[in-house]
């Protein structure tokens, strides 16, 4: 199993047992695998596994459920799973069946998943704490409610209903948020990917060419190493860079453009998510490197705050000091330091945060603020970060020869006991690296 999942079937086993124990003994855990969703008509999209059942089983496989029961004596880690079925598998390929949940994938026991109905409410029954993720799937919802409705409806007969639904993300979400040996090896295997992938662009930029050539260089380099995207590619030349969520890819860039490039691979289930931006001939004009020199301090800045014991927050605050300082230096902006920050003027050039968490989801799961506070910084963490600068092609309060520009330097950063560890280190970053990859292709 570690083949397909880089995770070896020990550290499955612990995770589920770390948050059986967070848990307690009265409580049961329900965890659907994500359903096939539709694309068209009879096709669907491609298959992604839940990231949190993921977590728990690395099993692949659609219409599953994971049910984890503490301390129960037949067996604590319960798969509900589709029966084998040759016929079926001709088609689709081969499935694990009870057998191979128990033998492939270290469950303590499995049924078929035609048998949930009957089998979950007896799980449910003398358990007072329910785990699970409300309001993810409706018709799931739907289902669980009926199953403790089914053991209320036999209180009578002494049985005892759970009493308290509590969500499961806030114990397992903190799991998530601290990255093992294991998952960080795929985490740096997903980050080596996007470099190579992201250099083969630069390398291919000529003016003239299409955003969708770009994105087909850079997810060509994906697919050659078994990696997906990790979400939706975004190419945006010239002011199409300043859309922050920019998805047509459609446009061609003109000579003098910058490109944006916002790709990440997505490696056994574990994402990269880097952003560059360079000039499609090869050459920063002025104004576009003074900009993005601006982003390359700001992000260097937040860098320094990525170190235990800080406050996450410190990274962005410390973005922004330096982008509105430049910005004001530059012309862009006008006034105090301090009342332009207080007062959010740089917001119309910088929207966003400066980045997220990283792990199974592009943007991650985990709390940002603990009791109304920016929460502190810890090793094993991974967070991207990611500044950037948008002026709007047609705002007429700034220079002409700022206008359309978009720029954005996003690195994906682990936390460690010293300093943070860059896991795209190797793609080349300020104007002048970048104009050296780009003159090597
Ligand atoms: N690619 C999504 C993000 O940068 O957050
Ligand atoms: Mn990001
Ligand atoms: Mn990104």
Same mark, same amino acid.
């Given at each position: 199993m570690k083949a397909a999942t880089g995770i070896g079937a020990a550290e499955f086993a612990r995770r589920r047992k770390q948050l059986?124990?967070?848990?307690?003994?009265?409580?049961? &855990?329900?965890?659907?695998?994500?359903?096939?969703?539709?694309?068209?008509?009879?096709?669907?999209?491609?298959?992604?596994?839940?990231?949190?059942?993921?977590?728990?089983s690395g099993f692949p496989e659609p219409e599953a459920v994971l049910v984890l029961v503490p301390g129960r004596k037949h067996g604590e880690a319960l798969l509900f799973c589709r029966e084998r079925d040759p016929e079926r598998e001709a088609w689709d390929g081969p499935r694990a069946g009870q057998e191979g949940a128990v033998g492939d994938y270290g469950m303590d026991d499995a049924y078929p998943i035609d048998d949930l109905d009957e089998i979950l409410p007896g799980l449910l029954e003398g358990r007072s704490r329910v785990y699970y993720h409300f309001g993810r799937d409706a018709d799931f919802d739907l289902k669980l409610i009926g199953w403790v409705r089914h053991v209320r409806a036999q209180v009578r007969q002494g049985a005892e209903p759970p009493h308290e639904?509590?969500? &499961?993300?806030?114990?397992?979400?903190?799991?998530?948020?601290?990255?093992?040996?294991?998952?960080?090896?795929?985490?740096?295997?997903?980050?080596?990917?996007?470099?190579? %992938?992201? &250099?083969? %662009?630069?390398?291919?930029?000529?003016?003239?060419?299409?955003?969708?050539? &770009?994105?087909?260089?850079?997810?060509?380099?994906?697919? /050659?190493?078994?990696?997906?995207?990790?979400?939706?590619?975004?190419?945006?030349?010239?002011?199409?860079?300043?859309?922050?969520?920019?998805? /047509?890819?459609?446009?061609?860039?003109?000579?003098?453009?910058?490109?944006?490039?916002?790709?990440?691979?997505?490696?056994?289930?574990y994402a990269a998510d880097i952003t560059r931006t360079f000039p499609v001939n090869g050459r920063f004009t002025p104004a576009q490197r003074a900009l993005h020199d601006l982003v390359g301090a700001a992000q260097r800045a937040a860098l320094a705050q990525a170190r235990p014991g800080l406050p996450y927050e410190a990274g962005h605050n410390a973005a922004v000091e330096t982008l509105t300082e430049g910005l004001l230096k530059l012309g862009l902006l006008k006034g105090k330091l301090e009342k332009n920050i207080a007062d959010g003027s740089y917001r119309r050039f910088y929207r966003h945060k400066t980045g997220h968490w990283l792990g199974l989801d592009v943007h991650d799961v985990g709390d940002y603020r603990i009791d109304g506070e920016s929460r502190l910084l810890e090793q094993g963490m991974v967070f991207t970060i990611e500044p950037g600068l948008y002026v709007s092609h047609d705002d007429e309060t700034v220079d002409a020869k700022w206008r359309g520009i978009g720029i954005r330097t996003e690195d994906d950063v682990l936390v460690t006991d010293g300093d943070p560890s860059v896991l795209t280190d190797a793609l080349a970053r300020n104007a002048d690296e970048i104009e050296a990859a780009m003159a090597a292709g």
């Open positions: 059986m124990r967070m848990a307690g003994d009265d409580a049961i &855990l329900v965890l659907p695998a994500a359903p096939e969703r539709i694309r068209s008509h009879d096709t669907h999209y491609p298959y992604r596994q839940d990231s949190d059942f993921w977590y728990l639904f509590l969500e &499961l993300g806030h114990l397992l979400h903190e799991l998530r948020l601290f990255k093992s040996r294991d998952e960080l090896k795929l985490m740096r295997r997903a980050a080596d990917i996007s470099v190579q %992938a992201h &250099l083969a %662009a630069m390398r291919a930029a000529r003016p003239g060419i299409h955003e969708y050539e &770009l994105q087909a260089d850079v997810e060509r380099v994906f697919r /050659a190493h078994d990696a997906w995207p990790a979400y939706g590619s975004i190419v945006g030349a010239g002011a199409n860079a300043c859309v922050l969520h920019y998805r /047509a890819n459609n446009a061609q860039a003109r000579d003098g453009d910058l490109v944006l490039v916002d790709a990440g691979a997505e490696f056994r289930g």
